[in-house]
T-cell receptor, first 114, second 108 residues
Framework: QVQLQESGPGLVKPSETLSLTCTVSGISMNTDSWSWIRQPPGKGLEWIGHIYYGGSMSSNPSLWGRVTVSIDASKMQFSLKLTSVTAADTAVYFCAGGWASDYWSQGTLVTVSS | EVILTQSPGTLSLSPGERATLFCRASQSVSISYLAWFQQRPGQAPRLLIYRTSHRATGVPDRFSGSGSGTDFTLTVSELEPEDSAVYYC?????????FGQGTKLEIK
């Protein structure tokens, strides 16, 4: 079956870069888009950005150009970099894939704190 | 940017009753790009409905979606205890994609 699993640090210092990788299995990466979505503790879902197999990327303007999403289909992975983080970036981060975000990872809590 | 506003914020119903959840968009959304998700506590969101009215694999037929333009509805008939969750609508037709703020469905 389709599985997505994030990996990366659970603690990031303020002003540093948050980096996460999502490893995909059970599906070809040349279908649809691959997204990052986050959820601050006790709050709703926020779309961060996505990338297509060919490398076309889009991100949420609310994150002020701090987002880069990249893909390495040969490794069945896509990645998120979020620069200049603050406490407001503390959230559970999900990776998702499929035409309507059919498939989701379990989510990983990333805390921004010194 | 498309802003999705869900109502009500919280819905408290008994098993066997019918729940109707609403999602209003700030501008027209193609029916091809409106989805609904269910999120139980401590879990990742689960796709319930895509293309406004198509049930995702494994979703019971108690769940149905409808709507067009700026107004969309998720209906859950004959509620069961496991339907207790937060439900989000989502548009993926124009970037930035967006989610509604969620409706919390409580089963008494």
């Amino acid at each position: 079956q389709v599985q997505l699993q994030e990996s990366g640090p659970g603690l990031v210092k303020p002003s540093e870069t948050l980096s996460l990788t999502c490893t995909v299995s059970g599906i070809s990466m040349n279908t649809d888009s691959w997204s990052w979505i986050r959820q601050p503790p006790g709050k709703g879902l926020e779309w961060i950005g996505h990338i297509y197999y060919g490398g076309s990327m889009s991100s949420n303007p609310s994150l002020w150009g701090r987002v880069t999403v990249s893909i390495d289909a040969s490794k069945m992975q896509f990645s998120l970099k979020l620069t200049s983080v603050t406490a407001a970036d503390t959230a559970v981060y999900f990776c998702a894939g499929g035409w309507a975000s059919d498939y989701w990872s379990q989510g990983t809590l990333v805390t921004v704190s010194s | 940017e498309v802003i999705l506003t869900q109502s009500p914020g919280t819905l408290s119903l008994s098993p066997g009753e019918r729940a109707t959840l609403f999602c209003r968009a700030s501008q027209s959304v193609s029916i091809s790009y409106l989805a609904w998700f269910q999120q139980r506590p401590g879990q990742a969101p689960r796709l319930l409905i895509y293309r406004t009215s198509h049930r995702a694999t494994g979703v019971p037929d108690r769940f149905s979606g409808s709507g067009s333009g700026t107004d969309f509805t998720l209906t859950v008939s004959e509620l069961e205890p496991e339907d207790s969750a937060v439900y989000y609508c989502h548009q993926h037709g124009s970037t930035p994609y967006s989610f509604g703020q969620g409706t919390k469905l409580e089963i008494k």
